[in-house]
């Protein structure tokens, strides 16, 4: 039978949508949830909502599971990532941090995480976040299903978005012309160094952990990088993450966690310490990138001991 709910549209729907969203993370907090959930369907059958009796509400129903699942990335999260991704790992140290005992729900925590932590996914280098025209391609670096003549642009845009935002692959290097067109100050030692160690020598640490965490001194860019699974770490996307977390903590700390049955309060105060907390992680980071890239180009311009050995001692 339907119900009031199933008679009024689209707004009506996307309020008993996020009703039954919010009731079913309550009741199993800590199970993945997603678009896919089979329980989210059943609940809205049982309300007489189905897409052929009435499609407006429930378009509106899915609209605010998919606006859910956007906020607390839970698709991602839940379903491919979880344990097997730095960022996943990230997102648990974020909820240990903040909401140990889910008093804030998956969408107040989420709503925190877009601000203590989306600052430092965008520093990580996984993808560009202004090249929107080639779908977030990171500089330096082809499509992930490149077309053959310009391996900027891709010949397969929904999947190149998937293996990107979901699997989180970069693609690999342009070929050294293109990537120097893209990074001026690229040198040909610092693109077969980068290229040896993405594909050849892992180092110690890489070949410790089978390939699984590797490191080296400067990637395109020149800056320092870590690659854990595969996914780019780098100096201001760990400062960032661990200020936006620390941040996000010190807010929802300052008073309690549900106020007067509300929750929004310190949600918002996450959400506040989260962002101050990300972009001084982020400013952290790019200084030590600036001191250790100075510190390398002073090395550089010391003499080897080649050279100090071909100095005669008259001219010391």
Request: aromatic residues 6%; charged residues 20%.
């Amino acid at each position: 039978m339907n119900t009031p709910a199933a008679k009024r549209g689209p707004i009506a729907g996307f309020n008993l949508g996020k009703s039954i969203m919010l009731g079913l993370a309550e009741k199993k907090p800590y199970r993945p949830s997603s678009i896919l959930d089979k329980e989210f369907k059943t609940e809205l059958k049982s309300k007489g909502v189905g897409l052929r009796e009435s499609p407006g509400t429930f378009l509106g129903a899915y609209t605010a599971r998919v606006l859910g699942d956007v906020v607390a990335d839970e698709t991602r999260k839940g379903i491919y990532w979880r344990f097997n991704h730095p960022l996943a790992v990230a997102d648990v140290a974020l909820q240990k941090a903040i909401d140990p005992q889910n008093k804030l729900g998956p969408y107040g925590r989420g709503a925190i995480g877009l601000a203590a932590l989306q600052p430092a996914i965008a520093l990580t280098g996984a993808y560009n976040p202004l090249n929107v025209s080639e779908l977030g391609r990171p500089t330096g670096y082809k499509q992930n299903m490149p077309n053959p003549e310009d391996p900027t642009k891709s010949i397969e845009p929904g999947t190149e978005v998937f293996q990107r935002f979901f699997q989180g692959r970069t693609g690999r290097p342009l070929a050294y012309p293109k990537a120097q067109e893209e990074i001026p100050d690229l040198t040909k030692a610092r693109y077969a160094n980068y290229m040896n160690f993405l594909y050849n020598d892992p180092g110690a640490l890489g070949k410790a952990t089978m390939g699984m965490v590797k490191v080296t001194g400067e990637n395109l860019q020149g800056d320092p990088e870590a690659r854990v699974f595969g996914y780019p770490i780098s100096i201001p996307s760990a400062t960032a993450a661990t200020g936006g977390i620390a941040g996000a903590r010190a807010g929802v700390k300052m008073g309690p966690l549900v106020e007067s049955g509300r929750r929004t309060p310190a949600v918002m105060r996450g959400l506040a310490g989260g962002a101050v907390g990300s972009a001084a992680g982020a400013v952290v980071g790019v200084l030590a990138n600036q001191a250790i890239s100075a510190a390398g180009n002073a090395m550089r311009k010391l003499p080897t001991q080649q050279e100090y050995q071909n100095i005669s001692a008259g001219r010391i």
